[in-house]
């Protein structure tokens, strides 16, 4: 599912909204994982999962045309882990 498509699935599960409302609160939610997690935050929506960030240390490879060795320096990288509810769901596992 695209962000478009999660914006029309609001409109028509919510008759109120209309297209650009739907679109502001999809930014919003969007917005503010993305500022919690640029601020060192975690966060986490109850059945659904946890967004938090890891710190990837610095390392060497290998450049795979040449054969030459280069530096990759540490860099934090988001990360999202699946809630129980979820996971079940996508399995689909019985209550």
């Given at each position: 599912?695209?962000?478009?498509e999660l914006i029309e699935q609001l409109t028509?599960?919510?008759?109120?909204?209309?297209?650009?409302?739907a679109e502001v609160i999809v930014n919003a939610?969007?917005?503010?994982?993305?500022?919690?997690?640029?601020?060192?935050?975690?966060?986490?929506?109850?059945?659904?999962?946890?967004?938090?960030?890891?710190?990837?240390?610095?390392?060497?490879?290998?450049?795979?045309?040449?054969?030459?060795?280069?530096?990759?320096?540490?860099?934090?990288?988001?990360?999202?882990?699946?809630?129980?509810e979820l996971r079940e769901r996508v399995n689909?596992?019985?209550?």
């Open positions: 599912m695209t962000k478009s028509v599960t919510n008759e109120m909204l209309n297209k650009r409302e939610i969007f917005d503010g994982i993305g500022e919690a997690l640029a601020g060192g935050d975690r966060v986490e929506i109850r059945g659904f999962g946890s967004f938090t960030v890891r710190q990837r240390d610095a390392r060497e490879a290998r450049n795979p045309k040449s054969g030459t060795v280069v530096r990759i320096p540490s860099k934090k990288t988001p990360f999202f882990k699946t809630g129980k689909g596992a019985e209550d």
